[in-house]
């Protein structure tokens, strides 16, 4: 795909105002493909409401603009060289990621109805770590943003049109994220939830193991 992109970009001269199109319209696509980001905000919001998964969604986009922004100004790359810190982030990522998967599988009762249509009063930290911790344990998307940047922008590139491009990664994870936990916290879907709690519960669970799983073993065998 990279490939393609290198030869459209070759055929065309494009302003920076088409550039910063692009960066973003790369970065919403991603949006459809499954990652432990979007199941931690859907079970997050399926278990403790529209503010908890609010919030776990702002955490996300905050891990989203701290990489975007590292790839964008060309520190990812300081990142990338030093494997033992790229495998250190990857082993406890993966631990973190693993135990969150282990405590959503463990959940074996249905709470009542009354229950799931209220909003659970946590500190907005908790949640908000979450979904922090959750983006921050794939380094790997380090290497995404830098994928896309080589295509998209050049040595030629103004400021402000990489700020541009930064904002607006930073705005379409937020949309996206805010958008994923008002669905998931609807009263139907949460009632629906609390009807299969316990199956719906470990099957998530076991998806972000499986991810947690591959990240440690990434972080361990290429060191």
């Known amino acids: 795909m990279m490939k393609l992109l290198h030869l459209f970009m070759d055929e065309i001269t494009m ?19 499954p990652g432990a980001n979007l199941f931690v905000v859907v079970q997050t919001s399926l278990a403790s409401g529209r503010r908890a998964g609010v919030l776990t969604g702002l955490g996300v986009a905050l891990g989203d603009a701290f990489y975007s922004g590292l790839g964008l100004f060309g520190l990812a790359t300081l990142i990338t060289q030093c494997e033992e810190i790229f495998s250190l982030i990857r082993i406890v990522g993966g631990a973190y990621l693993l135990w969150f998967a282990w405590c959503s599988m463990r959940r074996q009762s249905t709470p009542q109805m009354s229950t799931l249509q209220q909003p659970i009063n946590a500190p907005w930290y908790v949640f908000f770590r979450r979904g922090l911790i959750t983006d921050l344990s794939n ?65 998530i669970g076991a998806i972000i193991g499986v991810f947690a799983l591959r990240l440690i073993y990434e972080g361990v065998t290429q060191r």
Request: glycine share 4%.
């Open 139 to 203: 380094p790997q998307t380090v290497l995404f943003f830098i994928s896309i940047f080589s295509v998209t922008l050049n040595a030629e590139t103004p400021t402000w049109a990489r700020l541009m491009a930064w904002a607006g990664i930073v705005l379409a994870s937020i949309i996206w994220r805010v958008f994923l936990s008002q669905a998931f916290s609807l009263p139907a879907v949460r009632r629906a939830y609390g009807r299969m709690q316990r199956v719906a519960s470990r099957v």
């Open 15 to 33: 302003d920076p105002l088409h550039a910063v199109y692009l960066t973003v319209g790369l970065f919403v696509i991603t949006f459809f493909n």
